[in-house]
């Protein structure tokens, strides 16, 4: 027999999703590195609405997730095209050449 899966559990891999992403973000130079743990960051916030969506019994948490998502994709849309701009102009995608484009 299975055991029962709770919010909890779905929470503790919320958080540990969460932790790895902010890991990725905290420690890299790529910047593609760093929007894969935004990202990875975003999804486990989505967990967690679902989570406690489920639990409370209403659609509130999916919904916002809907709009979570929405934002997620025009962001990865935008970042990665600003990326390329980046990659054609300095031959690396990583921060410190980002830095040197402030105005």
């Known amino acids: 027999m299975l055991p029962q899966v709770t919010t ?17 973000v905290v420690t890299r130079k790529n910047v593609v590195v760093i929007l894969m743990g935004l990202e ?9 609405f679902v989570a406690f969506s489920r639990h409370h019994g209403n659609l509130q948490g999916q ?8 934002v997620a994709a025009a962001e990865a849309a935008v970042a ?5 701009a980046l990659f054609r102009l300095k031959g690396s995608v990583t921060l410190d050449d980002a830095t040197e484009l402030k105005g």
């Open 63 to 70: 919904v916002f997730t809907f709009f979570v998502i929405a």
């Open 8 to 24: 909890a559990h779905y929470i503790v891999l919320s958080a540990l999703l969460f932790a790895i992403g902010l890991f990725g």
């Open 80 to 84: 990665l095209s600003i990326l390329m």
């Open 40 to 48: 990875l960051m975003l999804n486990a916030a989505n967990l967690a």
